[in-house]
């Protein structure tokens, strides 16, 4: 029975009985884990650090939370383990971010779709962002896609990954709003966003699809120009100036979420009291400024809400990845 599979990784009736009390916001007094699946120091590092890190300081957790790493397959092994070893874990949680949503598009996770796990929530975003040069001649994204359309093999469009990477997303969706195949892009693959700034930078490429959070002080030195926000509305404070691509007719949006899965098998307590403690969490004044100083913008969405959102980021990206040949 689930109830007893909670009892023997040692959650009892406090995790599934006074977690939901109050909104979510008792101490959990047993044992977490956070998986992410990488080596240290990555996003998923992150996304982990900023669970344990925000739970522990507002005391919504009352022993440290483990951050374990699994790196492989670009979060394929740590999908399969869960699938195949820890299923009805209560106190796991794995990180994600749309880089999974991406993969699982394109079939890199092995037998495993979306479905597979249950989606907890997500905490911070970061957005993408189409750059150029301070002195290249495009000043709206409207002048640079026009001119894509006439020509687009002419520029050069890079970032941190390879085609069917999240970078090249945003630049093959961003050409298919205006109405040119993303198989005719040129596209020069970095092994990073640090690399591929550069190389923007060098007029060795003439756009960059980075993102917002990387950009500040390249926007303070006044060396870029944001053409577009791949968000759903203008961010504040030093990106307040910079349109979105929806304001400009084209409905482009590359929302870099972090967030978390469970083990398709937690039952249904656990799952909404992990739901109750992260979405108390995002409430929190001390996690706000926690958030920030990482580099990432409010997002809250938790439980049926995100796990509809990720299934439809996954189905959305394995269209535009069978139209252009991707998809496995």
Known sequence: MKINKAFRHGSGL???????????????????????PAKPGGGYDLTCRLAANGLQETGLIDRPMVVSYMPGGIGAVAYNHVNGVRQDDPNLIVAASTGAAVNLALGKFGQYDADEVRWVGALGVDYG?????????????????????????????????TVGSQDWMKAALTAKAADVSPQSLRYVAFEGGGEALAALLGNHIQVFTGDLSELKSQLESGKVRVLAALSEERMDGPYAEIPTAAEQGYDVQWPIWRGYYMGPDVDDAAYQAWVERLAALAEEPAFAELREARGLFPMSRFGDDFDGYVKQQVAEFKSLAEEVGLAQ
């Not at 406090?14 to 992410?36: F, R, Y």
């Open 14 to 36: 406090a995790l599934l009985g006074g977690l939901l009390l109050a909104g979510g916001a008792q101490a959990q007094s047993d044992s977490t884990e956070c998986i992410a």
């Open 129 to 161: 962002a189409i750059v150029v040069n301070a002195d290249a001649p495009w000043q709206s994204l409207d002048e640079l896609m026009d001119e894509l359309r006439d020509a687009p093999g002419e520029i050069a469009f890079g970032a941190g990954g």
